[in-house]
């Protein structure tokens, strides 16, 4: 089926394949209506946390956060609504899947009473919610994870940190993987649900070069009913991993949004730029690097597309597809950045600038949800070493 969305947001054609059905064609057109009709608000107006928190109440009141309660899963529609925001805002992307990566875990693992305490809050954007793994000495393995939740007849009690949490300091609610116990590594962690207003919770703010709401936790013999645990106690590895393994295609989703832009700033300099005569898109080297751009575009948005049909049907390699689609997404959306600004030249450089913003937006995407590395050892780790080709004899 086609569709009338701008070209400029979404590659029409792609949309138009068979990964794709007629609702989200028709999601992918009232996306671009409401992202134009909210230019300025997603726009943000330098201040981050206060931003962050005007679009989340604005997506809540929109509907577009309405699947957090009790919807079904559609993960070809949670990467259009990322590529959507992230073509718009580098914080509406950020307020919308910082919510969904947030309510996923209780969506997915929470009890009936969990579920109904902070589903409809979340879903509405009156509530605000953060998903808090890493820790500075553990970086990207989960298993390595120190956290440690006593467990007390009222219930637990947490001691130790967690680093480069999003929405620090402004989510009500914090997803929580702490070490429990007795179980080495993975086998012994477990997930809590932190409200922010936990005694002994503190949040300590972390510029970053991209500003948003980020920093680090905290937790000093802080207090915790036994309700608290999310899940089954020791099920906290399962939890942090298919949270992660099922947004990390979304991830590169916005990094396509955040690459489609540059790359459509970046023409439209070079089609009016005047140079030697003619204009810099008519130099060789400039249009071959529209072209590398133009490959490396169309070979993510099908990487994405690919990896969310994968989930969306129940295929068992989504975790690896997920891999492939976030690791290739976010590398090339880097070389088409950076491509942009070398169109752009020194103008390019001007702070605060469109692709200056977008060059300092698009650097962190190669490291949420899983740095590159990790996501080439998941690739690796899927290969079937049996597996043979067989050509022409």
Not at 42 to 52: I, K, T, W
Not at 269 to 294: H, Q, S
Request: glycine fraction near 10%; include cysteine.
């Amino acid at each position: 089926m086609a569709t009338t969305v701008s070209p400029s947001t979404f590659d029409t054609r792609i949309l138009a394949l068979p990964l794709y059905e007629d609702h989200h064609r028709e999601l992918a057109q009232r996306l671009v209506t409401w992202c134009a009709e909210h230019r300025d608000l997603l726009a943000g107006a330098g201040r981050p946390e206060a931003d962050g928190l005007r679009i989340l109440h604005a997506l809540g009141d929109a509907g577009w956060l309405a699947f957090l309660d009790g919807g079904p899963d559609d993960y070809r529609a949670l990467c259009l609504a990322r590529e959507a925001l992230a073509y718009r805002g580098d914080l509406a992307d950020f307020a919308f899947s910082v919510q969904a990566l947030a309510a996923t875990p209780i969506r997915r693992f929470g009890t009936e009473d969990q579920r109904r305490r902070y589903l409809p809050g979340l879903a509405a954007g009156t509530l605000c919610g953060a998903f808090a793994v890493s820790e500075e000495s553990a970086g990207s393995d989960v298993a390595a994870i120190g956290l440690d939740a006593r467990e007390t007849e009222a219930g637990w009690v947490l001691n130790g940190g967690k680093a480069w949490v999003a929405n620090a300091g402004v989510a009500d609610v914090y997803t929580v993987i702490a070490r429990t116990g007795p179980g080495p590594g993975a086998l012994g962690l477990s997930a809590f649900l932190v409200p922010a207003t936990t005694a002994g919770l503190r949040v300590e703010p972390v510029p970053m070069i991209a500003p948003r709401a980020f920093g680090h936790l905290a937790f000093e013999d802080c207090p915790l009913p036994g309700e608290a645990l999310l899940g089954r106690r020791g099920g906290g590895f399962p939890v942090a991993m298919e949270v992660l393994d099922r947004f990390r295609m979304t991830v590169g989703a916005a990094a396509l949004g955040f690459a489609r832009r540059a790359a459509d700033a970046a023409l439209t300099r070079a089609r009016n730029r005047p140079m030697l005569g003619g204009k810099l898109f008519d130099l060789p080297t400039v249009r071959a690097a529209f072209a590398d751009m133009e490959v490396k575009l169309d070979a993510a948005a099908l990487l994405v597309a690919r990896s969310a049909w994968e989930i969306d049907q129940g295929g068992p390699r989504y975790a690896r597809d997920s891999a492939v689609a976030k690791l290739y997404a976010t590398e090339a959306a880097q070389e088409i950045v950076d491509s942009a600004v070398q169109v752009f030249g020194a103008a390019g450089l001007v702070r605060d600038s469109p692709v200056e913003r977008l060059y300092r937006q698009i650097r962190s995407l190669r490291i949420y949800e899983g740095a590159s590395e990790v996501q080439r050892a998941v690739i690796a780790s899927a290969i079937d070493p049996d597996r043979t080709h067989r050509g022409a004899s």
